[in-house]
């Protein structure tokens, strides 16, 4: 019986005809649904936004770069993709992708809500023949702690009914060379069975490598150890920032001169801080799960506290920088270039910016910003719309302070007409002037 319905299934993969339904159109859903439908699969969104479900009825894309906006509307004007608030194409499907938010609460400790919601709310459809296969990012142990046990206790058995896998997503936003499609994409299932079946879903989507890894938990860990490689190099290279300004030195180009080096070196690069869904949240769930078993995971732990500290460092030497040109911070005219998390998105979640502006409000600046990305910014502590790059906007600020180097910035102009610039990502690099200070620079 199990080899006939991993076969049945198998065949409808293969042909596109398998039912699929994406839960969760966000970042990392809604590409997903897109590159599934493209790839000729009729596919069911669900999401609990209305205006997202509206917005994709219309073919409109609302998630920036990670997703191809003509490719939205042609699959949705084909009538591929389709989208709803409620849980009833699960019933209809044979695939189903949860990419659902797995954030953290203000201990850090995971928040597995979402996941467990959409898990309740699928139960009643589960039938033969499906495949439930979770992308959020998690705690190893996820996939088999939480949906493994909602399944089994329908009935059906994991590996000959129904199949359940593991396989995190990988959306880098900005990033115009590697998309959801080029992507490698690394598969676990609970059984042998499961893993093959998941591995066909992909290959039949991607154009790229599908890697087949022995457990849900080898995939869980495996996404973990990626973003907490990132978050401990970036940590490491922002403590080099601080001494370097301490020793008189720049870290840009100390970097540029380490990244000659051909082999065993890889350039990382300081910020005002850690920002976006992934690395600042991810690696503080393999953190909260290694206490399970004893164990403590001190370079996660330092990292989070290195980058947790930048804003504040970066604060304190802007208002080092104001107080040498005779000016405090209260009163302060201050001008934010780039609030989104990175450069060239609109996303602003865990942003830096904000964090450097709440500080910067408390200590009683007049704040503005502008960001070509995010036409309007409302935070618990700053409330405004974007500002033009005039000449008059940089002439009246007292400080510019790029927390995101944006392309299409005329950064030569903002040096021209600003009276002081401190930038933080290096988006001056090659402009020499008496009016900019660079983050983990003590060069004057």
Known sequence: MVGGMVETLLE???????????????????????????????????????????????????????????DLASVVRDGRLTATDRFAPIAAAEIV??????????????????????????????HPGQLFVLESTSYPGTTEELLRPAIESTGHIIGEEVFLAFSPERIDPGNRRYTTRNTPRVVGGVTPACTQVAQALYEAVLDSDVVAVSSPR?????????????????????????????MGLDIWEV????????????????????????IPLDPFYLSWKARAYGFSTRFIELAGQINDAMPEHVVERAAELLNRAG???????????????????????????????????????????????????????FDASSED?????????????????????????VVRHAALVFDTRNATRGITAGNVVRLGSGVS
Do not use: W
């Open 12 to 70: 409808r993969i293969e042909r596109r005809e398998a039912r699929v339904a994406v839960v969760g159109l966000g970042y990392v859903g809604l590409p997903l649904a897109v590159a599934i439908a493209a790839a000729g699969f009729p596919v069911s969104g669900i999401e609990r936004n209305p205006e997202r479900v509206e917005k994709i009825g219309r073919g409109e894309n609302y998630v920036g770069d990670v997703v191809d906006g003509d």
């Open 97 to 126: 992708a949860i990419c659902v938010p797995t954030p953290l609460d203000a201990s850090k400790q995971p928040d597995t809500r979402y996941v467990r919601h959409v898990t309740e709310q699928s139960m009643p459809h589960v």
């Open 218 to 246: 080898v995939a869980e860990m495996a996404k973990l150890l990626e973003n907490t490689y990132r978050i401990v190099n970036i940590s490491l290279v922002n403590e080099l920032a601080l001494l370097c300004e301490r």
């Open 255 to 278: 970097i540029d001169a380490a990244s000659t080096k051909p082999f065993g070196y890889m350039p990382f690069y300081p910020g005002p801080g850690l920002g976006g869904h992934c």
């Open 327 to 381: 000016k405090p911070v209260r009163g302060a005219r201050i001008l934010l270039l780039g609030v989104a998390y990175k450069a060239n998105v609109d996303d602003v979640r865990e942003s830096p910016a904000l964090k450097i502006a709440a500080l910067l409000v408390d200590r009683g600046a007049a704040l503005s910003y502008h960001d070509p990305h995010v036409p309007r910014l409302a935070s618990h502590a």
């Open 389 to 413: 790059l005039s000449a008059e906007s940089l002439e009246k600020a007292d400080l510019v302070l790029i927390t995101a180097a944006h392309d299409g910035v005329d950064y030569e102009r």
